[in-house]
């Protein structure tokens, strides 16, 4: 039938073996016929492919499975294809989704855009122009990917740097700038003059949400009291 979490392996080659995936690929499409064909399809090309024959189906992966690339159909009763692309770049930012519609306008492609879809295609279409959206958007993910490990192994490099103990003491704090980082709580860092305070304050800001915007560091003993 085409539907639930089964996921279609890769094909074997002339000696049995089965090829490596280039990809795990997520299909939804409330048509059987549609739905299949593109499975196949994708099969054949060595992706690792789950087939959803509802938005609601796609929605229950969400948290469940992680894809390279969602190929989703726009139109679908219930959960429409806008609601999946929200669902899975809300998620899995990394996440590469192509809408495909048979009712393409600039208004569709524009809400199909600016809820994170990376690309449309239009039905019908040929397999050859899937096949290519599709690898494109398998780089793409890859990138994303790639980016994402980057900057986590950056960050964390930062605040190693930043910071030198081992001691039962410092492990202590290092615990509780973990806990406040991802709070909006306001924090109050105690010490003596040269004790690393803002060495702290800027390690709970490469760890916290808002480690992409500024870090300000204010030193109020340079200024007067007026002028504070």
Do not use: W
Not at 39 to 68: I, N, P
Request: charged fraction near 25%.
């Amino acid at each position: 039938s085409g539907t639930g979490n089964r996921p279609h392996r890769g094909s074997s080659d002339p000696l049995g073996n089965e090829v490596i995936m280039a990809g795990k690929i997520l299909i939804v499409d409330d048509d059987t016929a549609s739905l299949n064909s593109i499975g196949e399809t994708m099969t054949r090309e060595g992706y690792e492919v789950t087939l959803a024959a509802s938005g609601e189906e796609a929605l229950e992966l969400v948290d469940q499975e992680s894809f390279d690339v969602v190929l989703t159909d726009l139109r679908m009763p219930g959960v429409d294809g806008l609601r999946v692309v929200r669902a899975y770049k809300s998620s899995r930012p990394e996440t590469v989704v192509i809408v495909m519609t048979g009712f393409a306008s600039m208004e569709t492609v524009v809400d199909a855009i600016a809820a994170g879809a990376h690309d449309y295609i239009s039905k019908p279409f040929r397999l050859d122009q899937m096949r290519l959206k599709v690898r494109q958007s398998m780089e793409q993910s890859k990138l994303l990917r790639e980016n994402r490990d980057l900057r986590k192994k950056v960050q964390d490099q930062n605040v190693r740097g930043l910071i030198v103990g081992s001691s039962p003491a410092m492990i202590e704090v290092f615990k509780t700038m973990a806990k406040v980082a991802s709070t909006d709580a306001t924090v109050l860092i105690e010490g003596e003059s040269g004790t690393g305070k803002e060495l702290v304050a800027r390690s709970i800001h490469q760890l916290g949400n808002r480690r992409e915007r500024p870090f300000l560091a204010v030193n109020c003993a340079s200024l007067t009291e007026t002028l504070l």
